[in-house]
């Protein structure tokens, strides 16, 4: 892994010295313990520079064309079939394809290109944006970066708070405030996925290199075939990965899932060898715990099982020294939890952690598709498989405390989608509470906080699907696991993003994929022999949370309590502070469970004392 930072100056450029690029590598070279190198690229009439850190393990990540002066920078795993690219392979990729280089390429990556003869640097992201790559475009320069802070600690943008991406995290569900353009600074933006930002002289533009068609064609073949293409593509991907990364020493991160005993499963059967797992578990009792599911994979298919143990000790040890490292506020505690997996990765010595990540989408599994699958059903001219699916959806589904009927289903479709446009999804806010938790003067600068959807990809559970990924799975993981990568030397590999993946879920029919109440039907059917049957035999996703909503009225309530009513979270003016205390008070009495909330709250505010935004 490698962080990247540069500039391209424009006419009249002035105060962007060389040392501020120097600062901003400084500032994340110091949090990694293996030594470092960084390698230049300043061109001759000064108009771009360039750094690239990296282990002094690692090859060089830039390479030069002798005939023309272009250069190439690149971060993270981009890979063709069964092969990690290098530096001269992607510029010798570019020089042959032009622009559409980038379509074939799988993994997680980003890369940077500049022509000395046009002065156009191209910034190219990888298809669902699972590395990120930060920009500045103002009228001086074009500044770019792995990190949106790396831009603001060299003096290339300006801390300015983005008040409405503000607004979304302090208030609103996370699907709300990631994988969007902005960042937490008004001055930076994010590279949007499958696209490359062009910038010139006096132009900048962006264009999509990559996106799933809608009219990709719906499988038509037997459940046997189906079975047999679905374990296929899933073995060549795992395959793939394996192979490029030959010689590394490496694990599963392991869940009680379908998803990471696939890896599992898969990887046992081609290696013909047990496979070695890494878990993280809770000392303390949570109410959603998978480790009866995960000792089941350890069972048929696991050599050594690292179960590692996270406390609100690491928590609590952590909260001083967190945003030295990350340069946005944590979605959630799930965020935390994975870099202590990936800092016990890297002490153990493995170099790659295959994860099941991406993989719910293809067969929808998240408990929302049932609904949006539901919304398909509901449009349909014969509406006997609806009713079929939602008296499914209510038997399997409804609980005591979240009971289902067939008016909950209405309620979610006529809420959550455009009833008059098949496969529209309509925006969304997701409020933690209602809109009066943010104080009066900050609702009235911000202004409506509805974040937008994806566009329409022809039905409702489709364009669920590519919401998933773009704003509910990659987005909220992408800067925290591309930090993590990078501070303890591992290569986070998840396979199941791959795009032959991604197309062959796209091309499932919606029942090969929910049929009475149940996702990843055809997943359970394909699996049998290679994930457990007491994992695909569990209907219900569960989730393995942590237990931090005891923590926060327990052990870490003084922490909590000090942080809140802190001078320095009290004068922000972003809550309506009455409102908040009495939040505070429900959680601590256990009247409710406001945890999200209080996590991105507290969250933002060891932030902001570590980042001092301008607002």
């Known amino acids: 892994m490698a962080r990247i930072l540069g500039i391209l100056r424009r006419k009249n450029s002035i ?7 120097d600062s901003g590598i400084k500032f994340v070279s110091r949090y990694v313990s293996d030594p470092t190198c960084v390698d ?3 061109t001759a009439d000064g108009r771009f520079s360039l750094r690239v850190v990296r282990r002094k393990t690692e090859k060089a990540r830039i390479a030069t064309c002798p005939e023309t002066g272009c250069v190439l920078a690149f971060d993270g795993s981009p890979q063709i079939k069964d092969r990690l690219l290098t530096a001269e392979n992607l510029l010798a990729l570019w020089r042959e394809k032009g622009i559409n280089f980038a379509g074939p390429l799988d993994g997680g990556w980003t890369i940077v290109i500049y022509e000395p003869l046009t002065g156009k640097v191209s910034l190219v992201r990888d298809h669902l944006g699972a590395k990120p790559l930060y920009y500045a475009d103002q009228p001086t320069h074009v500044g770019f970066a792995s990190g949106a802070g790396m831009l603001v600690r060299a003096k290339i943008a300006s801390a300015a708070l983005d008040a409405l991406t503000a607004s979304r995290y302090l208030a609103c569900n996370y699907k709300t405030h990631f994988g969007r353009g902005p960042s937490m600074f008004s001055d930076v933006k994010i590279v949007p996925w499958g696209s ?13 290199y990559w996106d799933i068609p809608n009219n990709l064609p719906i499988f038509d073949a037997s459940d046997k ?9 899933m073995m060549t991907a795992l395959k793939n990965s394996y192979a490029a990364r030959a010689g590394e020493k490496h694990c599963v991160a392991l869940s009680g899932g379908v998803d990471s005993g696939t890896i599992a499963g898969l990887m046992h059967q081609f290696t013909g060898e047990r496979i070695e797992a890494l878990s993280m578990t809770y000392a303390q009792e949570t109410p959603f715990d998978e480790s009866k599911l995960m000792e089941c994979t350890v069972r048929d298919h696991v050599s050594k099982w690292h179960n590692v143990k996270m406390d609100w000790h690491d928590l609590a040890n952590d909260f001083d020294t967190m945003y030295d490292r990350f340069e946005s506020p944590l979605t959630t505690i799930s965020m935390y939890s994975y870099d202590f997996l990936a800092k016990k990765t890297g002490e153990l010595g493995y170099g790659v952690l295959y994860t099941g990540s991406g993989g719910d989408y293809p067969q929808a599994g998240t408990y929302p598709a049932l609904l949006f ?11 006997t498989e609806y009713e079929h699916e939602v008296s499914a959806w209510v038997s399997k589904h409804s609980t005591a405390e979240f009971p289902k009927t067939q008016q909950t289903a209405e309620d979610f479709i006529t809420s959550h989608t455009d009833t008059n446009i098949p496969g529209c999804l309509v925006p969304f806010s997701l409020w933690l509470d209602t809109p009066e938790l943010l104080s009066s003067d900050f609702r009235d600068l911000v202004g409506p906080v509805e974040a937008e959807s994806v566009r329409n990809y022809g039905s409702y559970l489709r364009s669920y699907t590519m919401q998933g ?26 396979p199941l993003v791959s795009e032959a993946v991604i197309r062959m879920g796209w091309g499932l029919p919606n ?14 059917r394909a699996l049998r022999g290679i994930v457990p049957d007491e994992i695909l035999d569990e209907v219900h996703k569960g989730g393995f949370n942590a237990p931090t909503d005891n923590w926060f009225r327990n052990e870490l309530k003084d922490f909590i309590l000090d942080t809140f009513m802190s ?3 009290r004068e922000r003016g972003f809550y309506n502070l009455d409102r908040f205390d009495d939040l505070i008070k429900q959680h601590m009495d256990g009247k409710a469970n406001h945890m999200m909330l209080l996590w991105q709250a507290l969250n933002f505010e060891l932030w902001a004392q570590k980042w001092k935004p301008e607002f």
């Open 15 to 21: 105060g962007l010295k060389q040392e501020d690029l």
């Open 225 to 233: 075939d189906l079975e047999s293409h679905y374990r296929d593509v």
């Open 40 to 42: 230049k690229v300043d």
């Open 469 to 494: 990924y773009l704003y509910e799975s990659a987005a909220a993981a992408t800067d925290p696991e591309d930090v993590m990568d990078w501070t303890y030397g591992t290569d986070t590999s998840s």
């Open 373 to 383: 699958n539901l919304a398909d059903l509901r449009n349909k001219f014969d509406k």
């Open 196 to 208: 490359t930002f062009f910038a010139q002289e006096h132009t900048s533009s962006i264009e999509r």
């Open 567 to 569: 001078r320095s979270f």
């Open 511 to 524: 029942d090969q994929k929910i049929k009475d109440g149940v996702n990843k039907v055809l997943a359970r």
